[in-house]
């Protein structure tokens, strides 16, 4: 009878000796495997693009009286120091700036939780358990009957456990590319919106100039035109004029003051918004800017590098290209649910029900764990989760062409738009000239009875109309520039933000 013991004992022990060799030799030939990637490895695809933009003719011929500033900080341009203050403050207290920046802080946690997945994770429990047993739970019936039970009982257990997936097919390793593309986007879209803010800033800032210049305009015109109306009354007590010549004074008087509070909304409205770009309450810089002169100039532009620049500069472009990089590793992701899962995991721990020898030899409980999962029988739900992810793909690098499309055409259009803008400003400012020339000499005329008073007003409606064009023009300019700037990507450092395919990990 113990012989036959003995026996039993050593053939268990030799059992367990050849599983515990099985599992050493199946977890190396998976370590050996781990390391295979499937699913497509990504290449940018290429985007044809002109060398240059169609209208790059009209950039070069433009009159710009500064030179062309650099983009990552073309407000200095300019040259005015208050837009700069502002655009310095915009980039330090703008809350959807701030807003972008946290956004990014969550993609690159995501993207480090995802690479975390490819290293073994670790735990320590612990737990104390005080137990007043039941005799009448299965467990308390049995132990009941034998002498020295007591019904209150002490469990205790610690434990330092470990547990690593094996990453065969590459799936893990597939999905932290994506996170980290995904976090890639992430920035792209910060430096998206911190050209956005100081585009919308400067815009705005130029809005403001343009307002305060036509209420000075109006302003002026109004002063002209009440004079006018004090010499045709004058005119009307000598005998020399019609109450119909004074009435139509009176007009132009109240036509010039009706200009008057649709600029001061515009004036309001911009000075807020301003301060909201800032982030400050409105009315909080306002002080500032209706005190401050108006010195600016519209500076060069230049496109070197032409539409290809893009790829590097636009933020919303190599945002695309980041998330068609993610869309590409996901493909990889669904394609690694085809390949079993293979997990090993050890339990280093002690489990007493008596308490003091929680950490005696009696007390010691290792466990080994090599633990599979294959989606064997599911493959057509697999199927149908990688054509789902090829279908993605394909809709993001429709997405990115169309982005490098859609980027071309802000260009040109603002380019456009400059060009045309400032052939209006010459031709406006000529406008001006001869119609101050013209209505001196009416009011010259009227005063010496060669002329009639409709006259001197028609001279005078013309003289405000242009006056408050060329106002309203010199604004769009600068603001057709700062569009321009913005539709070139400038406005941050221009490092080239995911120029490269995910490095392999």
Not at 205 to 216: H, K, L, N, P, T
Not at 322 to 329: E, P
Not at 366 to 373: I, R, S, Y
Request: charged share 20%; hydrophobic share 45%.
């Amino acid at each position: 009878m113990n012989t036959s013991l003995s026996s039993h004992v050593g053939v268990s022990r030799l059992s367990s000796r050849r599983f515990t060799l099985r599992m050493v030799a199946i977890g190396a030939a998976m370590v050996g495997l781990a390391g295979c990637t499937v699913g497509p490895d990504y290449v940018r695809p290429d985007i044809e693009s002109n060398t240059q933009y169609a209208s790059h003719a009209q950039l070069e011929a433009r009159e710009a009286v500064r030179v062309a500033p650099t983009l990552d900080v073309w407000w200095k341009g300019f040259d005015d120091p208050e837009l700069t203050r502002i655009i310095g403050r915009v980039m330090a207290q703008n809350l959807d700036l701030a807003a972008a920046v946290a956004r990014v802080d969550q993609a690159r946690a995501a993207a480090r939780e995802a690479g975390a997945q490819l290293a073994p994770q670790g735990s320590l429990d612990g737990q104390v358990t005080q137990l007043y047993q039941s005799t009448k739970s299965p467990l308390g019936e049995i132990a009941s009957q034998y002498p020295g039970y007591k019904r209150t009982q002490t469990l205790e257990n610690i434990g330092v456990g470990a547990s690593w997936e094996l990453d065969l097919a590459g799936g893990l390793h597939r999905g932290a590319e994506a996170a980290d593309a995904e976090a890639q986007a992430a920035e792209a879209n910060q430096d998206g919106v911190r050209i956005s803010v100081a585009a919308e800033a400067a815009d705005s800032y130029f809005q403001v100039r343009g307002a305060q210049e036509r209420i000075r305009l109006a302003q002026q015109q109004l002063d002209t035109e009440t004079q006018l109306l004090e010499l045709v009354k004058v005119r009307l007590a000598g005998g020399l004029a019609t109450s119909r010549e004074v009435a139509q004074a009176q007009a132009l008087v109240l036509q010039a003051k009706a200009t008057l509070p649709p600029l001061r909304t515009t004036l309001a409205q911009q000075l807020n918004r301003l301060d909201v770009l800032m982030g400050a309450a409105p009315g909080t810089y306002a002080t500032e800017l209706k005190d401050s002169p108006q010195t600016y100039s519209v500076p060069a532009i230049t496109t070197d590098g032409g539409p290809a620049m893009l790829l590097r500069r636009r933020p919303d472009v190599i945002a695309a290209e980041r998330r068609l990089a993610a869309s590409n590793a996901r493909i990889g992701v669904a394609v690694a649910e085809y390949y079993p899962k293979i997990s090993l995991g050890g339990l280093l721990g002690f489990d007493s029900l008596h308490s003091g020898s929680l950490f005696s030899s009696q007390a010691f409980q290792p466990q080994a764990v090599l633990g599979l999962h294959w989606r064997l029988f599911d493959f057509g739900r697999v199927d149908a989760e990688v054509a789902q992810a090829k279908g993605a793909n394909a809709e993001a690098l429709a997405l990115y062409r169309q982005s490098m499309l859609r980027a071309t055409e802000d260009v040109e259009n603002a380019i456009v738009s400059l060009a045309e803008l400032e052939a209006q400003h010459r031709d406006l400012t000529d406008e001006v000239k001869a119609h101050e020339v013209a209505r001196a000499a009416a009011q010259d005329a009227y005063k010496g009875g060669a002329i009639s008073l409709i006259e001197v007003l028609d001279e005078d409606r013309q003289l405000l109309t242009s006056r408050d064009e060329l106002a309203r023009v010199h604004a769009d300019d600068a603001r057709a520039a700062v569009a321009t700037f913005r539709a070139l990507g400038g406005g941050w450092s221009g490092s080239d933000a995911g120029s490269e395919p995910v490095a392999e990990r």
